[in-house]
């Protein structure tokens, strides 16, 4: 393994806090070097925030770090171990294709994973060849930025660079790996690994990390470990209320990829939604439909239950006050989601204050959407910019009543007409990563080796409430399709 020593020149100013948990966590690896890495794009914007030197990151050496040949000064490579609850059944995982290089300290002093995925086999892979094609890799970092810029909390991608290989799916495709930054790679799976396999000083090991890394405000809490869980719980409320207020759908919400952090993690089969329906799945591994648009508040609230049994031992010495302790900290987060919910579905119709009646207007108003096919994001910028076509939806006498109802509710709030339109464009973006221009982008880059597509597309998705012409053409549905679309996991 190769450690370049440019790291004060470059900015890397890596620790490695996880490498010094039990072992159990984790296996140090050594890098899978590539034939010939190339740099595919790189998140400069992303990288400065980081303390890195752009144009330092651009020299060979520093794409070979990217690639996995070579890896900056103070790095400790490993893959994390975890399991995981996979469409309900319980597996033991780990990171079968990603290598954590180190935890940059960044110059306001924050700490991040920097990870590479793609990047080789590791002693969790289980039979596969731990890497990744370049579409996938490609469609997480598009998505992943579609979203931080959305303003829901998410990993993100610095860069992207082929490997000068192929990997065999069903068909031969072009290699690549992906670096993620992340808050922390800990997932509700760390945790329900160590229930099941470590000890409960591992587990508390585990948990007593977490803590200090993510919610430090509860060192004098009475019961630290039920503050962890309250504080997950929380951040999940409040990050699933946003998926859904966008209309995103995660796709594959197994416990290994809900991360304690509160972040979006592991862009495999999602996507956004077109047409209203809470039923939509896209994904082609969802059979059953669990992951769909309108189970996702359930099920993260089924997922948290599992974050809650691994954590039993530490609640309480007493067995039956820990589950009374836990089963009280999960039958909080239906209210929590609600709450987020229902603030959020105020701000897209220009609300600011509460009636009782609010929750009803809204539903009426899904409801009217689901009956007439209605598209979730174009739906909303109609009514921010009083702009409703004469078709569909906005002809129908149900909604005619719907919009008297909704002008009435506005007319009894304090703030003016213009402040509800200046709340609704803060709350309704312009547009959403549609998934015919994302693999349109996908398309011209993997199969005609131009990036163009996907640069434009990044540009504008960057500022999704700028509401400018240039966002237009963007935000146009899909042409009519037969064939259902369908996102696949990428593995």
């Not at 731990?130 to 996938?136: D, E, F, K, S, T």
């Not at 810029?149 to 690549?176: H, K, Y």
């Not at 509460?354 to 009217?368: A, G, H, K, M, T």
């Not at 719907?402 to 309704?428: C, F, G, P, V």
Request: glycine share 6%.
């Amino acid at each position: 393994m190769t450690q370049r020593k440019e790291g004060n020149e470059i900015g890397w100013n890596l620790d490695n806090s996880y490498a010094r948990l039990p072992k159990t966590f984790f296996s140090s690896i050594t890098p899978n070097p590539v034939r010939s890495p190339e740099l595919i794009i790189l998140n400069e914007s992303l990288a400065s925030s980081l303390g890195l030197n752009v144009q330092s990151l651009k020299s060979e050496n520093e794409i070979d770090v990217f690639a996995g040949n070579g890896v900056p000064e103070g790095a400790f490579p490993l893959a994390q171990a975890y399991a995981g609850h996979q469409f309900g059944h319980f597996n033991m995982l780990g990171d079968g294709r990603a290598m954590l290089i180190g935890e940059q300290i960044t110059p306001k002093g924050e700490r991040v994973d920097i990870q590479l995925k793609g990047s080789g086999r590791t002693p969790y892979s289980r039979g596969g060849d731990g890497r990744a094609a370049l579409g996938p890799m490609l469609r997480e970092y598009i998505i992943s930025e579609a979203m931080h810029a959305l303003g829901i909390p998410t990993t993100r991608s610095l860069a992207v660079v082929t490997t000068g290989e192929s990997i065999i799916r069903e068909t031969d495709l072009p290699g690549a790996i992906m670096t993620r930054v992340a808050a922390s790679h800990l997932r509700v799976g760390t945790f329900e690994y160590a229930s099941k396999l470590g000890s409960d000083k591992d587990l508390q090991a585990l948990a007593d990390y977490a803590l200090e890394r993510h919610y430090p405000e509860t060192n004098n809490s009475p019961n630290r470990y039920l503050s962890l869980l309250q504080e997950v719980i929380k951040r999940q409320a409040a990050l699933v209320a946003k998926w859904q207020l966008v209309g995103f759908i995660h796709g594959v919400m197994n416990t290994d990829n809900v991360t304690v952090s509160g972040e979006t993690i592991d862009y495999g089969p999602c996507a956004f939604m077109d047409t209203y329906d809470p039923a939509t799945v896209f994904s082609s591994i969802d059979i059953q439909g669990r992951y769909a648009y309108g189970n996702q508040p359930p099920i993260t609230g089924w997922n948290l239950a599992r974050f809650a049994e691994s954590l039993l031992p530490l609640l309480h010495d007493d067995q039956e006050e820990s589950l009374k302790l836990a089963q009280d900290a999960v039958s909080d987060f239906p209210k929590l989601y609600h709450s987020n919910w229902l603030t959020g579905m105020r701000a897209k119709l220009g609300i600011f204050n509460e009636e009782e009646q609010d929750q009803s207007l809204i539903e009426e108003l899904l409801s009217i959407m689901k009956e007439n096919q209605a598209d979730y994001t174009n739906t909303f910028l109609a009514l921010t910019f009083d702009k409703e076509e004469d078709a569909g939806l906005f002809s129908t006498s149900e909604f005619a009543q719907w919009k008297d109802r909704w002008k009435a509710r506005l007319s009894r709030q304090q703030e003016t007409q213009e402040s509800s339109h200046q709340l609704m464009r803060k709350s309704n973006p312009a547009i959403i990563p549609r998934n015919h221009r994302v693999e349109e982008a996908l398309e011209a880059a993997v199969e005609q080796d131009d990036y163009s597509v996907m640069e434009k597309l990044l540009e504008v998705l960057s500022t999704p409430y700028e509401h400018s012409s240039k966002q237009v053409e963007y935000s146009t549905p899909p042409p009519p399709s037969k064939r259902p679309y369908q996102t696949f996991c990428g593995t």
